[in-house]
């Protein structure tokens, strides 16, 4: 008998993870864990359905992007990384979920990025897969567009899963806007702060 494919399935939040798994496994004989659940598709594979609570990673605080930003100095605006990169923390106590499912991912044959339907949902599975070093392009990364969520839906879609990389663009603008707005919220909060004293106090500005 050919060994079972092994797949992970990552839901953006805890009811739509229990919603999957409740869809697409055979009842029986699954194994739980805190933000995953494991058992039989019909079709014998070995699916994991795993996930995360909306965001499992965010930018830090400028100062940890680059120590010399810990003043505030109109020399150093806008906050832009030398590098281009920014660098990314786990949210608070959030690090057994994240280091669970990149443990999972790293094991899986195939991996299908079920977060919502969305720009949003597209940039929580990159941010996870980036942080995992993996490349959601991969032939193996799939996309689970779900727009309803009965039961038959959910089949419908795991059945209609497309290659991750149809929505490379769609992620591209979701880390641009993060970012962005990241640069617009504490460059504009330092730019307002520093030309209206005193110094004692700042202003907190977005976009």
């Not at 109109?74 to 990314?88: E, I, N, T």
């Not at 044959?109 to 949902?121: L, T, Y």
């Not at 641009?176 to 202003?203: C, H, K, N, Q, Y």
């Amino acid at each position: 008998m050919p060994t079972p494919i092994r797949l992970l399935l990552l839901a953006e939040k805890p009811a739509q993870g229990r919603a999957l798994a409740e869809a697409l496994l055979l009842p029986g004989d699954h194994t739980e864990e805190e933000n995953a659940i494991t058992g039989r598709t019909a079709d014998g594979e070995l699916l994991t359905c795993a996930w995360a609570s909306g965001h499992l990673l965010r930018i830090c605080l400028p100062e940890a992007q680059n120590p010399g930003w810990a003043e505030f100095r109109w020399d150093d605006l806008p906050l832009v990384p030398a590098s281009g990169r920014f660098h990314y923390a786990c949210v608070e106590g959030k690090a057994g979920w994240l280091r669970r499912i990149g443990e999972l991912s790293r094991r899986a044959d195939r991996i299908v990025n079920a977060c919502d339907a969305g720009r949003e949902g597209e940039l929580i599975f990159a941010e996870i897969m980036a942080w995992a070093g993996i490349d959601p392009d991969s032939p193996n990364v799939h996309r689970l567009w779900i727009t309803d969520t009965t039961t038959a839906g959910l089949r419908r879609a795991w059945a209609e899963a497309s290659s991750s990389a149809k929505f490379k663009r769609l992620r591209a603008a979701a880390w641009a806007r993060a970012e962005a707005d990241w640069i617009w919220g504490f460059s504009g909060t330092r730019m307002v702060t520093l030309g209206f004293p005193p110094r004692d106090s700042f202003s907190q500005d977005g976009r």
